[in-house]
C-alpha cells in the first residue's frame, strides 16, 4: 500500500508542478495583454468584461457536465458563487486592471500579492486564529518590501490612484482565497469557477449597461514592444490563455499538489506578470523597486510557513475507483 501510495504522490508532483507554473505564467500575462488594449482606448471596465465573457463561454460546457447531478449543490451555495463571481472573480481583475492603467505591470501584482496577509488578519479578527510569530515577522518584511518597492523612501510621487487599486485587488484576492478554501460545499471546482466566471460576466454587463461601469473599446491594431497585432489578439489571449486555461490548469495542478505547496508555486506569477510587462510593454523595475518586490515575495512566503499545515494535506490519496457522491468522494462500492 505504501508503494502505491508513494508512487501516487510522486507522479502528482511530476505532473501537478509544471501545470501549476503553467497556470501561473498564464495568469501572470493578463496585466501586459490589458495594458496594450487600456492604451489603445479601451476601459479597464471593457478589458475585464470581455476578458470574463470569453472565459466564462470557454468553460460553460465543461461547467454543466461538472455540474450533472450537483444542481442542488450549486443552488444551496448560491450565496458562496455569488460571492466568488461578482467579488473574488469580477471586482479582483477589475481593480487590477484599473491598477496596471496608470502604473507598472509587475508593481500592481506584487502588491495584489500580499493578498495572504489581508487572509491572516482577517481569520485572526474574525476567527481568533492568532498568527504564529513566524507569520507576524513575514507580514513586517513583506511591509518593509512594499514601502521600498513604491519608492516611498526616495520621496518619489507614486500614484495614488494606482496604490488604491491594486490594494483593492488586493482584498479581492484574500477573498478568494478564503472562498476558494472551502471544501464542504459539494460544488466541483471547475463548476465554481466556470460558475463564477458566468456570473461575473453577467453583473459587470449589467453595470456597463446601466451606466455605472465605464465601457469602451475599440477595432484599432494594438501597439506592443514587439509590434502591432489587431485587436482580437489580446481579447483572445486574455479571454482563453489567462483566464479560462489558467483556472482549468490551476484547478488541476491544486488537486494534484494539494493547496499549500499549490499556493507557494503560484508565486510564480509576480515573475510571469513581470517577464511579460518587459517582453509586452517594455517596464521594468528599478533596483529599489526589484528589490522590494523580492522582500515582498520572502515575506508571503514566511507567512504561508508560519500558517499550520491544514489536516486535508495528510489525507491518503483517493483509490482510483472513487467517484464524487453526495458532496464528497467515497470509494466505489
Known amino acids: 500500500m505504501s508503494t502505491v501510495t508513494d508512487d501516487t504522490r510522486a507522479t502528482g508532483m511530476r505532473l501537478g508542478l509544471p501545470l501549476a507554473i503553467a497556470a501561473a505564467f498564464s495568469f501572470g500575462m493578463s496585466g501586459a495583454w490589458a495594458r496594450g488594449l487600456i492604451d489603445a482606448g479601451w476601459t479597464p471596465g471593457a478589458a475585464v468584461t470581455v476578458r470574463v465573457w470569453v472565459a466564462a463561454l470557454v468553460l460553460l460546457i465543461p461547467t454543466i457536465l461538472a455540474l450533472r447531478g450537483r444542481w442542488r449543490a450549486l443552488w444551496r451555495n448560491v450565496g458562496m458563487v455569488a460571492a466568488y463571481g461578482l467579488l473574488a472573480v469580477a471586482a479582483t481583475q477589475l481593480f487590477y486592471f ?7 505591470v509587475g508593481i500592481a501584482l506584487l502588491i495584489e500579492y500580499t493578498a495572504p496577509i489581508a487572509v491572516l488578519l482577517w481569520l485572526w479578527l474574525r476567527h481568533g486564529e492568532k498568527p504564529s510569530r513566524r507569520s507576524v515577522l513575514g507580514a513586517v518584511v513583506a511591509f518593509v518590501g512594499l514601502v521600498l518597492m513604491l519608492d516611498v523612501v526616495t520621496g518619489t510621487q ?4 494606482g496604490i488604491l487599486w491594486a490594494l483593492a485587488a488586493m482584498v479581492g484576492a484574500a477573498t478568494y482565497f478564503v472562498l476558494s478554501a472551502r471544501a464542504d460545499t459539494g460544488v466541483p471546482p471547475i463548476a465554481l469557477a466556470g460558475s463564477g466566471l458566468l456570473l461575473g460576466a453577467v453583473g459587470l454587463s449589467i453595470a456597463a449597461a446601466v451606466g455605472i461601469l465605464p465601457f469602451r473599446w475599440t477595432t484599432d491594431d494594438i501597439s506592443y514592444r514587439f509590434g502591432t497585432v489587431p485587436w482580437f489578439v489580446p481579447v483572445l489571449a486574455i479571454g482563453v490563455l489567462a483566464t479560462a486555461l ?3 490548469l490551476g484547478i488541476t495542478s491544486t488537486r494534484m499538489l494539494g493547496s499549500r505547496l499549490a499556493s507557494f508555486v503560484a508565486l510564480a506569477e509576480v515573475v510571469a506578470a513581470l517577464l511579460f510587462g518587459w517582453l509586452l510593454l517594455g517596464q521594468l523595475p528599478d533596483l529599489l523597486q526589484a528589490l522590494g518586490g523580492l522582500l515582498v515575495l520572502v515575506g508571503v512566503v514566511v ?31
Request: aromatic content about 8%; overall charge negative.
Open 98 to 104: 484599473q491598477a496596471v492603467a496608470v502604473m507598472d
Open 158 to 161: 507614486v500614484n495614488l490612484a
Open 246 to 248: 489558467a483556472y482549468v
Open 303 to 333: 507567512v504561508k510557513l508560519g500558517e499550520p499545515v491544514p489536516a486535508a494535506e495528510f489525507v491518503e490519496p483517493l483509490p482510483e475507483d472513487a467517484v464524487y457522491t453526495e458532496g464528497r468522494y467515497q470509494a466505489k462500492s
